[in-house]
């Protein structure tokens, strides 16, 4: 039995905010009952994104429903917030809170108290000050940005196969991606896959027609699957006609053209940048101890360092590797870790409550594996290098067993046995962006998106 009643407030809905709620629903499963401990979770969204199968999904592969799971859900015994944090007074123990319903009665903020908090917030997209990023990129770190993104591209392709401009249908199958890390590498190589595959029932459109360029600032790209297998990822990349560019950046995708720093221009519809995450913005408003990357400062056992009832875990916590040979060695912010830190800090949060030892976080890294298309990848587990085939099956064998929720692995596979039995989709629903859109018009108002005005290409 806990103590004395605690109110538990997770803040993040994500890989370690789900995983952790849902390790202390079940080890609290008692005291919830007797209403002895209560578990809140804030999140943006009414569900987690398994991120890994965010290229699958924009490649068709996943239908997007399958991808996310919902949180009401697996936390039945949590109550879940959709809002977010706007700041938090660790030392009143009060987080600051924005949700929809303040939003419509235009009271401002609320308040809500807690006893513990979890911090697991995630990270967001790193971008830098350059010109035209803001009004023509795309993002790849949400499921509605995967989906918007696939139909951009089909929509890019019905662009160049009706027009009779040379300039408008170059631009239109241009695709530039910055970023060689997992996001873009793999984006890249699902959707070249993809369009590949679509070109058969274009008429004028050949996938030679087509430029997939890949801009990375760094001397290799995929560096978690090693240095060889990065190699053979770039050489695997050209043979497919990817024009992959290292040590290389982007300075400008202003009036639609993309500008490298080693003075190649590129008229294009499509920027998709991948290049990165950094800290979440709540953390700089909290009055936690931060390092010098904006991370919060962690124990071992996933409290936060010099705070007390406070924990962390994931891409927002600067959690030391007590299994790294070299000492001040962090562990890596991605999904590995986070799934297996969400469990030791559920755990230790309920040894906390009942007056029992903590754990110590320690995993050694096992690994990792990339998908480059249809039956194509990479990886390295565990000092044995793969490619081909062999390494696309064990991404998605991987993958399947991580994926929450035994009705989310059955659905995942039976989506990839019936592609595998079924021709791949390949048409585009762009105007799920705007649904409205057909309704105003036949009720004789303004499309409130002028064609001209869409800076991405998007109808």
Not at 407 to 435: I, M, Q
Request: charged residues 25%; contains cysteine; neutral net charge.
């Amino acid at each position: 039995m806990v103590k004395e009643r605690a109110r538990i407030l997770v803040v993040g809905g994500g890989y370690v905010g789900m995983y952790t709620a849902l390790r202390l629903q079940r080890r609290l499963k008692p005291e919830l009952e007797r209403g002895e401990a209560e578990i809140t979770v804030v999140t943006p969204d009414p569900y987690m994104t398994y991120q890994p199968f965010l290229p699958e999904a924009a490649a068709g592969s996943i239908s997007p429903r399958h991808v996310v799971v919902p949180l009401r859900r697996v936390l039945p015994r949590c109550r879940v917030i959709i809002g977010e944090a706007a700041a938090i007074d660790h030392t009143a123990r009060t987080a600051t809170l924005t949700t929809l319903a303040t939003e419509e009665e235009g009271t401002g903020t609320e308040k809500l108290s807690y006893d513990e908090l979890v911090l697991a917030p995630g990270s967001v997209s790193r971008t830098l000050p350059v010109p035209g990023l803001a009004e023509h990129g795309i993002g790849f770190k949400t499921v509605e940005e995967a989906i918007g993104l696939r139909n951009h591209v089909i929509e890019q392709m019905d662009i160049a196969s009706s027009t009779r401009d040379p300039a408008i249908r170059d631009a239109a199958l241009t695709f530039v991606f910055v970023g060689g890390g997992y996001a873009g590498v793999e984006a890249l190589g699902e959707l070249e896959d993809m369009a590949r595959y679509a070109t058969r029932y274009y008429h004028n459109v050949s996938p030679e027609d087509m430029k997939w360029i890949l801009v990375e600032a760094s001397d290799r790209i995929l560096p978690e699957v090693g240095e060889d297998m990065g190699r053979y990822t770039v050489t695997e990349l050209r043979r497919r006609n990817i024009d992959v560019r290292l040590h290389t950046r982007l300075e400008s995708c202003a009036d639609r053209v993309a500008v490298l720093d080693d003075g190649a221009r590129f008229p294009t519809r499509t920027v998709v940048w991948t290049a990165g995450v950094k800290p979440h913005p709540i953390l700089a408003a909290t009055d936690l101890p931060l390092n010098a990357r904006g991370r919060l400062r962690c124990t071992p056992e996933l409290t936060v360092d010099g705070a007390t009832h406070a924990w962390a875990a994931g891409d927002a916590a600067a959690v030391p590797d007590v299994t790294a040979a070299e000492p001040g060695t962090e562990c890596a912010p991605n999904a590995q870790h986070a799934l297996r830190q969400a469990k030791v800090l559920g755990d230790n949060i309920v040894h906390a409550l009942r007056g029992e030892p903590l754990e110590t976080y320690a995993h050694k890294y096992a690994g990792s594996v990339a998908s480059l298309g249809f039956h194509k990848g990479v990886a390295q587990v565990y000092g044995r290098r793969l490619k081909g085939y062999p390494a696309w099956f064990m991404h998605r064998v991987y993958h399947l067993s991580r994926v929450p929720t035994f009705n989310r692995k059955a659905r995942v596979l039976a989506e990839w046995t019936l592609s595998g039995l079924f021709k791949r989709e390949v048409v585009s629903l762009g105007s799920l962006e705007h649904p409205r859109a057909e309704f105003e018009l036949a009720a004789g108002g303004k499309h409130h998106l002028n064609p001209g005005d869409d800076t991405k290409g998007s109808s």
